[in-house]
């Protein structure tokens, strides 16, 4: 198959939100420390009637139905996900009665868990599958999805949560260029969740920002090397019309882009000019680990960035600044903003970069099709499922973050069933039994 990649997507995220502005205030933090400092906007969290299993139903039933796609048209569905519900039983078994109910159970693969790599390897899983040997024909479908909440502290402010589905086939308006992939894995204790009991990871705050920034060093490195040996000249942020990141916060995405620049500074690569030059030799004789630490290499890099990064990297800000870090499902949030703001210029465009722990090489193609761009915008409908939100304060924000730390593999309770506050056609979670079954209605 040729031209393999996005046909359709759609994005859900809870109607449940707080603004980032009245839970600094409620924290006690600085003034400006969420809303400058972390560069967010509102966090989307889910309330005891929501969770990873019932976003990912609402997210594949209304893309399904809203582009029209048979259930029996699905050959493989792939779940990426850190937020563990069970052990063994995946959420994709959870989303088959969808296709059960058509007579479609011939359907390949599994949930992938891997902090928030996993929504990416998932997207990969479905994208060789349609490249390959193995491919019948059908349509691969990918769920990205995660509620992340974390523990009282620091980190609290970098929440989020959401559900994106994507149909993925051949001939699509967003195809990859499986060739550019550069992928960077490492062993480090920076964010992870030995504690099964609870739902919170275990998080090096500091450290997991300096590891961000290797992975995409290494990763942006190696996909110079392999553009450069594919398309016989030297890569700059120039050559890429956007940049879409993995989004733990706003200000993370900011930086990660300006150390693109320094990168694109070492290499003596086009996108620096003789004022950038200046600005940035102070740091040349920096060591790896030291620039790692330099604030002020920080500070120099984001000035040289500041135009690049309103042209190339603000349009996909919109969903990661007013949801949250979404773990696997963030990238592609960025990626579905980049389409709402910009997907009538994007069909006459040619390539844009996607950097994640690993970036990947997309290209917009201008093909018509009944897949197409603007289509995708119109579905995802973004700016009304922002406006239609309801801002929780923050005791009551507490308040259910505490009922959802007790009920976290709990079993024996039914949930208070209030769906009031959620669209028509979203799943919701009603009762976890004595044998720790789950069960979801729709609205
Ligand atoms: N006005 C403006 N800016 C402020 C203010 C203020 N009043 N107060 C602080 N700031 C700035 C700080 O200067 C800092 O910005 P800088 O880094 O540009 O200097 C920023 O706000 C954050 O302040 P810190 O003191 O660094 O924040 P803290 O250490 O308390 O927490 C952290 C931040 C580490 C990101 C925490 O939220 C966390 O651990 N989050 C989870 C981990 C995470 O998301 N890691 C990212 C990659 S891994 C992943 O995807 C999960």
Redesign the pocket.
């Known amino acids: 198959a040729k031209n393999v990649g996005i046909l359709a997507m759609e994005v859900y995220f809870p109607p449940t939100c707080i603004q980032q502005e009245v839970l600094e205030a409620h924290d006690g933090a600085?003034?400006?420390?969420y809303t400058?400092?972390?560069g967010q906007d509102c966090m989307a969290f889910c309330t005891e009637v929501e969770d990873v299993i019932s976003m990912s139903m609402t997210a594949v039933t209304s893309l399904l139905e809203k582009y029209g796609v048979d259930p029996k048209e699905i050959g493989r569905l792939e779940v990426g996900s850190e937020t563990v519900l069970d052990k063994s039983k995946s959420i994709k078994t959870f989303l088959m009665p969808i296709f059960e109910k058509c007579g479609n159970t011939d359907i390949e693969g599994v949930d992938s868990t891997n902090a928030?790599y996993g929504g990416t390897a998932a997207l990969f899983n479905c994208v060789n599958w349609v490249e390959s040997s193995s491919w019948d024909g059908r349509y691969g479908l990918v769920v990205c999805t995660d509620s992340a909440v974390?523990a009282e502290g620091?980190?609290r402010?970098?929440g989020g949560a959401a559900a994106i589905a994507m149909l993925i086939g051949p001939n699509a308006p967003i195809s990859f260029e499986s060739k550019l992939r550069a992928s960077h894995m490492a062993h480090v204790y920076?964010?992870y969740k030995p504690d099964l009991a609870s739902e919170y990871p275990v998080?090096d705050?500091?450290l997991?920002?300096t590891c961000?920034l290797m992975a995409l060093d290494s990763c942006y490195k190696s996909f110079c090397d392999k553009y450069q040996k594919l398309e016989g000249k030297q890569f700059s942020v120039n050559d890429a019309e956007y940049f879409v990141f993995?989004s733990?916060?706003n200000?993370?995405v900011q930086k990660s882009f300006a150390r693109l620049l320094f990168n694109d500074f070492l290499s003596s690569a086009s996108s620096i000019d003789e004022a950038a030059k200046e600005k940035l030799s102070p740091f040349s004789s920096l060591t790896n680990e030291e620039s790692y630490q330099s604030r002020d290499l920080e500070k120099a890099t984001q000035q040289v960035a500041k135009p690049f990064y309103d042209a190339k990297v603000q349009p996909s800000t919109l969903i990661p600044k007013q949801v949250g870090?979404m773990y696997t499902a963030s990238l592609y949030a960025a990626f579905a903003s980049l389409l709402h703001n910009k997907n009538s210029t994007l069909v006459k465009m040619s390539n844009l970069v996607v950097v994640y722990q690993p970036p990947c090489f997309p290209s917009v193609l201008t093909r018509e099709t009944s897949f197409s761009l603007s289509n995708i915008a119109t579905v995802m409908n973004v700016s009304e499922k922002l406006k239609s939100r309801n801002e929780f304060p923050p005791e009551k924000f507490v308040l259910i973050m505490k009922l959802m730390e007790h009920r976290y593999g709990g079993k024996d309770f039914v949930t208070s069933k209030d769906c009031s506050l959620l669209a028509p056609g979203t799943y919701y979670l009603t009762e976890v039994d004595s044998k720790y079954r789950r069960f979801y209605t729709k609205k």
Do not use: E, M, R, W
């Open positions: 600085s003034k400006g420390k400058i400092g972390l928030c974390y620091p980190a402010p970098t920076d964010f998080v705050g500091k997991s920002q961000y993995h733990p916060y200000k993370l870090n």
